[in-house]
Every structure is written in C-alpha cells, then in structure tokens.
C-alpha cells in the first residue's frame, strides 16, 4: 500500500503541472493589484517630478511640453507630406485632410510608401540618417509624381524624447529604441531636417510641425473621438502623452487651457524608482542594451525587448535543469533569437503550443510537451507583465486627468498603436481589463489609432500651418511699428531741429518751447507750508506741503485725489473751474485749513503762454480736455475769479507751472544734477534748462522788465548770474504738427488722430502716450479682425468702442507673470471673448506700440540732452531726468526700452531716471516758496 502511494507521489512529483514551475521561478514578474496600484503611484510622484519646473532636469520621466494645445475640432484642412522615423517602419506619406469631416467619413486621404533604413545608417553619422530620410522624400515625390516646383507643408512624426519651445522646433535629448545616430544629441532636429532637404536639393519643403508618435497617434483618434485625449504607444518603444493643465506645466508660460505633454515614460525607473521590480532578467537586457541604465520601464515593456526576456528565461531555465532536461541550444544563446513576434505566436489561441515547438525546435532544442507548455507560459507571464505596467502607468495618468478636472468619474479615449498592441492576440483585452480594474470609476475607451500617426501628424501640422500664416500676417500689420536706428536716428534729428526752432521768437514751431520764468532748481532753504493744486494728469490732486529749513527729506505731505468726470472735462471753462475750486473747499475743509490765506502753486498741465511766474496762457487744451472759453484766457485769473465767486476761501496763487517743471523741482530737490522733468503718462512731454541767450522771447522780456540794464550794481550781477538758466517746458508732443513725423505715422494712428478732440495735434504725444496707445491697440485689433485673424473674425461693439484699453490694462496685458491668464481676463471683462492663440496676439499688438512709444520718447530724450550737453560744451554729460507719469511707472517695459534707447541715441550722455515720489505738487510748492521768497526780498 505504502509503495503505491510513494510511487503515484513520485510520479505526481515529476509531472508536476509545467506552468507552476515557470509560475514559481517567474514569481518577481507576476504583479498583483496591490503592486500594481504601488507602481502607479510612484509613477504620479514622477509625472508631478517631470512637470514642475524646479525638479525637471532630474526627472527621469521627463514629461516633455509638446505646444500641441488643442485636439481636433474638424476645421483642420489641407494637403500635406509627412514623415513617420522611429517606429518599426520608416514611412513617407501624402496626406489629404477635408474640413469637417471625420477619418471615417473619408475626411482623411493617405498615400504612403514605407523606405528601409539599413542599421549601419541608423547607428551611423547622424547628418547620413537625415539625408537618408530626405533622399527618400525625394523618391516619394517622384514616384507620386507630385510637383517639386509647389511648396509643400510638411508634419515630421519624430519617435524620440525632444525638448521643444515651439511646434517647429525640437532638441533630441536622447535616442532610445534601436538607434544611435551620432552627432543629433542637443540639436534641433527639425533643422538638422531642413538643411538635409536642402542638401539633398530639387524640393520646395516647409517642415512645420514635429510631433511625437504618442501626440500623433492621439490627434488620429482625436479626429474621431472628442473624449480622445491621452496617446498610448506599445510597439518598438513605449510611450504615452496626454492633455495637461497648463498651468501645471511649469516649462512653459501661460495658465489657461491645455496642452499635450509627451510624458517618456519608458524613461520611467531610470533613477532606480523600480529596482525592486526589476529581474536579474531585466538587469541582462539592460546590460546588452544600447543604452545601458536607461528606458528601464520601456525595456520591461516593449516590443524590442520582450522576446528577449523570454529567452533569457528560457537560457536560464534550461540551464538549472527545469527546461529541455537541462539541455541549451548554440542558438538559444545568441541576444535576439526569440523575438516579440515569436512572444505573439506562442500564445496565439488554438495554435500556440503548435507555434511554440515549432519556433523552439528552429532553434535547435527538443521540447517535451511540458517544455512547450512551460515556455509558452513564460511568454505568457513576460507579456502580461508588459501589459500590467502599462495598465499602472495609464492609471496614473487617467487619475491625475481626472484629479485636474475635479470630477469623480471621467470618460475618457486613449488611442493606442504599435505593433505589440496590433498583433498581440491577448494583449489589448488583458490591458483594457486591467486599467478597468484598477480605474472602476472611469469609463475608458480603447481606440485603435486607424494606420499610423501620419494622419495625426498632418493635423497639428494643419493647425500649424494656420498659425504661421495668421503670424505671417500679424508680422506685416506690426512691422510698421517696428522702428530702425536710423529711424530712430532721424527722429532725434526732427526733436533736436524742432527744439531750436521753438525757442527762436520768428516762425512757427511744432514744438512750443514754453518759457517757464523758473531760473533754478531748488537749494535747500525753502520753507513754510504751501498748498499745491494739480490738474492734467489722470486726476485732479489738491495737497498740502510742509518744507522745514534744511530738512530735505522731510517735506510733509497730505493729499487727496478728486476725479474729474469727462462732462466737466469738455463742458464751459467756468463749471471746470467752479469744480477745482469745490475740490479745493473740500480740501481746505479736510485739513480745517479754511481761513488760512495759503500761498498756493498751480500744477496745470498743458501749455501756457507765460509771462511771469504767476500768469498763463493757455495756447490750447490736450490730452482729452476741450472746456470752452479757456484757449487764449489766463488761467490764474480763471482759477482766482471761480475762488472769488465761491466767496469762502481764499487763496494767494503765487506760480503756475507745468507738470514737467513741477515733476523737475521736486525730484531735484533730492538730487542736484536733475534738470530735466519727463511725463509719461496721460500726455507726454519734457521740459529742462536752457541757457537763458538761447531764449529769444524770453531775453526779450527780461529786457522789457529791466529797465536799469547795465547799473553797476552787485544785487543786479547776483540776480543777472542766478537767471543764466532757465526752465523750458518744450511741449513736445506737439512734434509732428508740420508733418515732419508723417513717414512713420501708421495708418491706425492716423485713425486715432482723426477720431480725437484735437486731430492733427500732438501728434507725437498720439505716438507715445497713456491716452492714445490703447487706441491705438483698438485699431490694430480692428483691422486683424476684420481680416479674420483675431476673435474668429468677430468684430463686436465693445471692440468698436473708444477708450476700452486704459493704460492700466496695457500694462497688465504686457506683465510677463501669468500673462495669458490675465489677458483672457482683462479681455473677457471688457467684453472680448479671446482664446488662447488671441491673448497671444492682443499681447504681441500692446508689445509693438508701446515698444514703438517707449522708443520714440528714447530718441526724443536723446535730443534734449545732447543739446543740454553741447550748450555747455561738454564732451560727456551726466544729468538725472526726474519722470513721472503712469505710463513710466505702471508699465512693465516702457521704462526699460525708453532707457536703453537713450543709452545707444546718446552715448556721450549718461541719464539716470529718477521717478517723482510725490507727484508734481512738491515742485510746484518748492516753486512758490522761491517766488514768495523773492517778493519777501
Ligand atoms: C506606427 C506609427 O503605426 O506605430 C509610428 O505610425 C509609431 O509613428 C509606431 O512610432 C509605433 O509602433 P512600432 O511597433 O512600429 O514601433
Ligand atoms: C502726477 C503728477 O504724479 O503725474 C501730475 O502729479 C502729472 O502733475 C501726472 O500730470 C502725469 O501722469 P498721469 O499718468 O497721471 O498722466
Ligand atoms: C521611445 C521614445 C518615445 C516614443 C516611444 C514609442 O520610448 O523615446 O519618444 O514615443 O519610443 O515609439
Ligand atoms: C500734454 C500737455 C503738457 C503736459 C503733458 C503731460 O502734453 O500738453 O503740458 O506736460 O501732457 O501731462
């Protein structure tokens, strides 16, 4: 009894069931859920690595941006050539792409011819594999007989990891799979194409777009099914890429919308992140790799690599006895002998154990039956690990789309090609069943990529092609705002003529040159309390200064801000100025100030003709102001009369000065060497000191008021040596008003000229300041619209309104942190409903012209310094501009560009720019304290 039970337990023993042998010694490569969910999450940490800008460069999964931002809404259209390297084929391909119509609708043609790539070529020199590659375009031309006259776009399907920063642009970080082509790394492929073409010779290409097989293969499915958003490649390589947040994409600018992010996720373990599931199996492939140490997930993975584990199992199997009765073949020792397609055949259904000894008997060995069964299990457990992994890895990915959108469940489309997806007979079923179980509450779906990512390549390129040819256009608009050095040049010659003209008494003059009757900067000694009133820049300010003798920094300042409403602006000169004087009641109150006789200086910024310090004329209104009875009236006396009538203060206006001279005073009051005052805010304008014998008008008055010229007398030399210099206020915005800037004036500005309260004045300020840049913005953004290049062409009422874009916008729209984000913003608040690609555009507008402003006013400071610096005989000046004005202080580059064009239109001048801290009132103060100090003399 007891023999027969040990005989049936020997002969149990030896039949032992051939796939719990492989099961046992293949345990490390069977992956249960648990491991499976551990290896997703280790994978999220990576993609989290990869994207954020700080951990990058150390990431293994490189998460690389694609700049492909959409998936295919059906408008793409065109007729394309594309070029498909780095899977198991090399193809050539012409691919027709109808509007509107899906892959399956016949939206999409193709005609594609696959050329070989020898191995010495793909591990040769790498300039040979392009021009391999455009050789064999060439080919395909002429066989196709395709014209080489006609310029032809072409989409570049470029299977390796690449850094891009735009569509067309792409640096190889790596080769992966089989090549090896010297020489690419770092290089910008898309070039390395280009120059192949050309050398290659006889062809007209446009190389618009290069994409990734996985960004290819999504857009394919893209076409068909909106839900598609994530590309799965598992054939030669592996790879998936997937619709990213933007602002989760820390490479690249912008936060709103979405773009594809190429993850390399066969680069996936290369940190050591899997070396606890890892084989001595996978360990050998690596090691007899061409990249040794790198794409260890792909090499757990992918085709190029399966068969060759199933042989290192079989060797080692055979070799410890438990396969062929410990018997190994010549052939089962050379890398390569089994390969993915023989993993395919063994555990094909029906005929796989047939396929199984045929393929082991080719290579030399006799199996028993058991053996068959055993070695078809082992590809069985190698390719279901493949397919596990890839199942983890697509977990990860669906999770975090599904965390980005903040939904509980998500439906979702994953397009997926590659030969082992393809014809693997169980591998897309276990995968799908895998994700399924891992992701229950998703609902995903599988979408074979219809023949190759050709087709996906020609739609970025379809979008691409727009895009360049809307940019083309865009260019052209703005390259009439794009001013040369000799422009710029000859815009520093017109200033610098038109300054001379201006302070000569004959002809008429463009620029006024307004004396100012203020002969110094300030010393340090005035003192007392002064109330400053200040009107034309963005609002109407009333303060109170008080100077201590000797105390520079400590002048104390109180202010409140009043606006003043349009109606009132444009309204009669009286209400104007029965509303400053109610500001000012208001102010007085405010400081309980009411019966104080304060003597008070009078900012009014616009040009006045003066006489003396306390009077002025207003020649005429800018900047929006259009109050009727005030041209050719004195101001003062305005101002004194609406006090009077008011009959409840009073007030002892001791000057009038213009914003430049009062922005001068007080910054000079800090620095000595400021003798220039700069607005660049509402309204532009400068004013600086001039030697007094290059005023005329001014000599002339001078000589009127002092009738004992030539007495002998020290206080008179005193005085005649303090006035030597005196304050100009030159009004240059009015430059161009003879037409001397008419070459560079641009159609849109002519249109704003036109539209405004003053036409055919100031039509410099009109280039350059606050008031006028977003209108001109407004009608740049008109005429692309109308040409269908901006807000699909929709040219609402809010864009046909003036004055939507205030400087303050400008600015913003042209800040370079979260600038997309805020345009779309800014835009949507004023009524545009923008998209992406617009934001950009709208940003590229405000760029050009406020450049254009920044650089003008550049030119135009180099004029008045280099005159200040030739007055004075000079070879080298320094000076400090004291500058004020939103558009100097709000806007992100205006300053840069005004002081970098000074620099190089000016380099015998070094200029500091000292913005006022307080406004003009200070100076307009300081003003008042020398002119009562005068009268007290
Ligand atoms: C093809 C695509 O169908 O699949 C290629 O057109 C891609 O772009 C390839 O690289 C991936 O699979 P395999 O098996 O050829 O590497
Ligand atoms: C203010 C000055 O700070 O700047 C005003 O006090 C001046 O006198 C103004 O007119 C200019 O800037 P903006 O941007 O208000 O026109
Ligand atoms: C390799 C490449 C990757 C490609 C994949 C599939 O992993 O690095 O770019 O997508 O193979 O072809
Ligand atoms: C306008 C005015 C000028 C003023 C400037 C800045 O150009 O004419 O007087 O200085 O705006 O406010």
């Given at each position: 009894?007891?023999?027969?039970?040990?005989?049936?337990?020997?002969?149990?023993?030896?039949?032992?069931?051939?796939?719990?042998?492989?099961?046992?010694?293949?345990?490390?490569?069977?992956?249960?859920?648990?491991?499976?969910?551990?290896?997703?999450?280790?994978?999220?940490?990576?993609?989290?690595?990869?994207?954020?800008?700080?951990?990058?460069?150390?990431?293994?999964?490189?998460?690389?941006?694609?700049?492909?931002?959409?998936?295919?809404?059906?408008?793409?259209?065109?007729?394309?050539?594309?070029?498909?390297?780095?899977?198991?084929?090399?193809?050539?391909?012409?691919?027709?792409?109808?509007?509107?119509?899906?892959?399956?609708?016949?939206?999409?043609?193709?005609?594609?011819?696959?050329?070989?790539?020898?191995?010495?070529?793909?591990?040769?020199?790498?300039?040979?594999?392009?021009?391999?590659?455009?050789?064999?375009?060439?080919?395909?031309?002429?066989?196709?007989?395709?014209?080489?006259?006609?310029?032809?776009?072409?989409?570049?399907?470029?299977?390796?990891?690449?850094?891009?920063?735009?569509?067309?642009?792409?640096?190889?970080?790596?080769?992966?799979?089989?090549?090896?082509?010297?020489?690419?790394?770092?290089?910008?492929?898309?070039?390395?194409?280009?120059?192949?073409?050309?050398?290659?010779?006889?062809?007209?290409?446009?190389?618009?777009?290069?994409?990734?097989?996985?960004?290819?293969?999504?857009?394919?499915?893209?076409?068909?099914?909106?839900?598609?958003?994530?590309?799965?490649?598992?054939?030669?390589?592996?790879?998936?890429?997937?619709?990213?947040?933007?602002?989760?994409?820390?490479?690249?600018?912008?936060?709103?919308?979405?773009?594809?992010?190429?993850?390399?996720?066969?680069?996936?373990?290369?940190?050591?992140?899997?070396?606890?599931?890892?084989?001595?199996?996978?360990?050998?492939?690596?090691?007899?790799?061409?990249?040794?140490?790198?794409?260890?997930?792909?090499?757990?993975?992918?085709?190029?690599?399966?068969?060759?584990?199933?042989?290192?199992?079989?060797?080692?199997?055979?070799?410890?006895?438990?396969?062929?009765?410990?018997?190994?073949?010549?052939?089962?020792?050379?890398?390569?002998?089994?390969?993915?397609?023989?993993?395919?055949?063994?555990?094909?259904?029906?005929?796989?154990?047939?396929?199984?000894?045929?393929?082991?008997?080719?290579?030399?060995?006799?199996?028993?039956?058991?053996?068959?069964?055993?070695?078809?299990?082992?590809?069985?457990?190698?390719?279901?690990?493949?397919?596990?992994?890839?199942?983890?890895?697509?977990?990860?990915?669906?999770?975090?789309?599904?965390?980005?959108?903040?939904?509980?469940?998500?439906?979702?489309?994953?397009?997926?090609?590659?030969?082992?997806?393809?014809?693997?007979?169980?591998?897309?079923?276990?995968?799908?069943?895998?994700?399924?179980?891992?992701?229950?509450?998703?609902?995903?779906?599988?979408?074979?990529?219809?023949?190759?990512?050709?087709?996906?390549?020609?739609?970025?390129?379809?979008?691409?092609?727009?895009?360049?040819?809307?940019?083309?256009?865009?260019?052209?608009?703005?390259?009439?705002?794009?001013?040369?050095?000799?422009?710029?040049?000859?815009?520093?010659?017109?200033?610098?003529?038109?300054?001379?003209?201006?302070?000569?008494?004959?002809?008429?003059?463009?620029?006024?040159?307004?004396?100012?009757?203020?002969?110094?900067?300030?010393?340090?000694?005035?003192?007392?309390?002064?109330?400053?009133?200040?009107?034309?820049?963005?609002?109407?300010?009333?303060?109170?200064?008080?100077?201590?003798?000797?105390?520079?920094?400590?002048?104390?300042?109180?202010?409140?801000?009043?606006?003043?409403?349009?109606?009132?602006?444009?309204?009669?000169?009286?209400?104007?100025?029965?509303?400053?004087?109610?500001?000012?009641?208001?102010?007085?109150?405010?400081?309980?100030?009411?019966?104080?006789r304060l003597p008070a200086g009078f900012t009014f910024s616009f040009p006045c003709e003066q006489t003396a310090i306390d009077t002025g004329t207003l020649v005429s209104w800018t900047k929006g102001f259009k109050a009727t009875d005030c041209e050719g009236h004195d101001v003062v006396s305005m101002l004194r009369e609406a006090i009077k009538r008011r009959n409840e203060f009073d007030l002892d206006i001791a000057a009038v000065v213009n914003d430049t001279v009062g922005t001068m005073m007080s910054c000079a009051y800090e620095d000595?060497?400021?003798?220039?005052?700069?607005?660049?805010?509402?309204?532009?304008?400068?004013?600086?000191?001039?030697?007094?014998?290059?005023?005329?008008?001014?000599?002339?008055?001078?000589?009127?008021?002092?009738?004992?010229?030539?007495?002998?007398?020290?206080?008179?030399?005193?005085?005649?040596?303090?006035?030597?210099?005196?304050?100009?206020?030159?009004?240059?915005?009015?430059?161009?008003?003879?037409?001397?800037?008419?070459?560079?004036?641009?159609?849109?500005?002519?249109?704003?000229?036109?539209?405004?309260?003053?036409?055919?004045?100031?039509?410099?300020?009109?280039?350059?300041?606050?008031?006028?840049?977003?209108?001109?913005?407004?009608?740049?953004?008109?005429?692309?619209?109308?040409?269908?290049?901006?807000?699909?062409?929709?040219?609402?009422?809010?864009?046909?309104?003036?004055?939507?874009?205030?400087?303050?916008?400008?600015?913003?729209?042209?800040?370079?942190?979260?600038?997309?984000?805020?345009?779309?913003?800014?835009?949507?608040?004023?009524?545009?409903?923008?998209?992406?690609?617009?934001?950009?555009?709208?940003?590229?507008?405000?760029?050009?012209?406020?450049?254009?402003?920044?650089?003008?006013?550049?030119?135009?400071?180099?004029?008045?310094?280099?005159?200040?610096?030739?007055?004075?005989?000079?070879?080298?000046?320094?000076?400090?501009?004291?500058?004020?004005?939103?558009?100097?202080?709000?806007?992100?580059?205006?300053?840069?560009?005004?002081?970098?064009?000074?620099?190089?239109?000016?380099?015998?001048?070094?200029?500091?720019?000292?913005?006022?801290?307080?406004?003009?009132?200070?100076?307009?103060?300081?003003?008042?304290?020398?002119?009562?100090?005068?009268?007290?003399?």
């Amino acid at each position: 009894m007891l023999a027969v039970h040990l005989v049936s337990f020997f002969f149990t023993k030896l039949k032992e069931d051939p796939t719990k042998k492989v099961d046992r010694f293949l345990h490390a490569m069977r992956l249960h859920d648990d491991q499976l969910n551990d290896i997703s999450a280790r994978f999220q940490a990576e993609m989290k690595k990869g994207l954020s800008a700080e951990s990058n460069a150390a990431a293994s999964v490189r998460m690389l941006p694609t700049h492909v931002r959409s998936t295919p809404d059906g408008s793409e259209k065109g007729q394309f050539l594309a070029l498909d390297l780095g899977g198991s084929k090399f193809k050539v391909l012409q691919v027709k792409v109808r509007e509107g119509m899906g892959i399956r609708k016949g939206g999409v043609e193709m005609d594609e011819k696959t050329y070989s790539i020898p191995k010495e070529v793909r591990n040769g020199r790498g300039s040979e594999l392009f021009d391999h590659v455009s050789e064999s375009l060439k080919d395909f031309l002429l066989e196709r007989n395709i014209s080489l006259e006609k310029k032809h776009p072409l989409a570049f399907t470029f299977s390796f990891p690449c850094e891009q920063s735009a569509l067309d642009q792409g640096l190889l970080l790596s080769w992966s799979k089989n090549y090896s082509a010297r020489g690419l790394q770092g290089k910008d492929v898309v070039q390395v194409l280009r120059d192949s073409i050309d050398r290659t010779g006889g062809m007209d290409i446009e190389v618009l777009a290069m994409v990734n097989d996985t960004v290819a293969t999504m857009m394919t499915c893209g076409f068909d099914d909106q839900y598609c958003e994530v590309g799965l490649i598992i054939g030669t390589g592996t790879n998936a890429c997937y619709m990213e947040e933007l602002r989760h994409v820390d490479l690249v600018e912008g936060d709103e919308g979405r773009m594809c992010v190429n993850t390399e996720w066969g680069g996936f373990g290369d940190d050591g992140a899997l070396s606890d599931y890892t084989t001595e199996f996978d360990r050998d492939v690596d090691d007899a790799s061409n990249n040794p140490g790198r794409q260890i997930f792909e090499k757990m993975v992918s085709g190029m690599y399966l068969g060759e584990l199933v042989r290192l199992v079989v060797l080692k199997m055979a070799k410890v006895g438990k396969l062929f009765d410990g018997r190994v073949s010549d052939a089962l020792r050379i890398k390569g002998k089994i390969t993915t397609a023989h993993v395919a055949a063994m555990e094909e259904y029906k005929n796989g154990l047939t396929n199984t000894r045929i393929i082991l008997e080719e290579l030399d060995l006799t199996p028993s039956d058991d053996d068959c069964v055993a070695v078809q299990h082992i590809s069985t457990i190698v390719s279901f690990r493949s397919s596990n992994l890839v199942a983890a890895g697509l977990a990860a990915i669906l999770s975090r789309i599904k965390k980005n959108r903040n939904k509980r469940g998500l439906r979702i489309t994953v397009g997926v090609d590659g030969t082992v997806y393809k014809t693997h007979p169980q591998y897309p079923k276990r995968l799908h069943k895998v994700v399924r179980r891992l992701l229950p509450e998703c609902h995903v779906r599988f979408v074979l990529s219809d023949s190759g990512s050709s087709k996906g390549a020609a739609l970025v390129t379809a979008v691409a092609q727009r895009l360049a040819s809307r940019k083309r256009q865009v260019d052209e608009t703005l390259s009439s705002f794009r001013l040369s050095q000799e422009q710029l040049k000859l815009v520093k010659a017109r200033m610098r003529a038109g300054l001379e003209a201006g302070l000569k008494t004959k002809g008429p003059s463009a620029i006024k040159m307004l004396p100012s009757f203020v002969y110094h900067t300030p010393d340090g000694t005035e003192h007392g309390k002064y109330l400053a009133l200040d009107l034309g820049g963005t609002n109407f300010r009333a303060m109170l200064v008080n100077f201590k003798k000797g105390l520079q920094q400590n002048a104390r300042l109180y202010h409140k801000i009043y606006t003043i409403p349009l109606e009132i602006m444009q309204g009669t000169g009286e209400e104007l100025f029965d509303h400053l004087a109610q500001c000012v009641s208001d102010f007085l109150d405010y400081m309980g100030m009411k019966n104080a006789r304060l003597p008070a200086g009078f900012t009014f910024s616009f040009p006045c003709e003066q006489t003396a310090i306390d009077t002025g004329t207003l020649v005429s209104w800018t900047k929006g102001f259009k109050a009727t009875d005030c041209e050719g009236h004195d101001v003062v006396s305005m101002l004194r009369e609406a006090i009077k009538r008011r009959n409840e203060f009073d007030l002892d206006i001791a000057a009038v000065v213009n914003d430049t001279v009062g922005t001068m005073m007080s910054c000079a009051y800090e620095d000595p060497q400021c003798e220039i005052g700069m607005i660049a805010g509402t309204g532009t304008n400068v004013c600086y000191m001039e030697e007094v014998k290059n005023i005329e008008k001014a000599v002339q008055k001078k000589g009127k008021t002092e009738e004992d010229k030539g007495t002998p007398d020290e206080e008179q030399d005193k005085a005649d040596a303090e006035m030597l210099k005196m304050c100009i206020n030159t009004e240059w915005g009015g430059l161009g008003d003879d037409g001397s800037l008419d070459d560079i004036i641009t159609p849109y500005d002519t249109e704003v000229d036109q539209n405004s309260v003053n036409p055919g004045k100031q039509r410099f300020e009109k280039l350059t300041s606050g008031m006028y840049l977003g209108e001109v913005v407004r009608q740049v953004l008109l005429d692309l619209t109308r040409g269908g290049l901006l807000f699909r062409g929709h040219v609402t009422e809010t864009l046909k309104t003036p004055g939507i874009f205030q400087t303050k916008y400008l600015s913003q729209i042209e800040s370079d942190r979260l600038a997309l984000l805020q345009i779309r913003s800014i835009l949507q608040q004023l009524g545009l409903n923008s998209n992406c690609d617009d934001s950009i555009i709208v940003k590229e507008v405000c760029g050009a012209v406020s450049r254009r402003a920044a650089q003008l006013c550049g030119a135009g400071m180099a004029a008045v310094v280099d005159k200040i610096r030739e007055n004075r005989g000079l070879d080298h000046l320094n000076i400090t501009v004291g500058v004020d004005g939103a558009l100097y202080k709000l806007h992100p580059r205006f300053s840069g560009v005004l002081k970098e064009t000074v620099k190089i239109m000016a380099p015998q001048c070094n200029v500091t720019f000292l913005p006022s801290e307080e406004g003009s009132g200070k100076g307009a103060a300081l003003i008042t304290a020398v002119a009562r100090k005068k009268q007290e003399m």
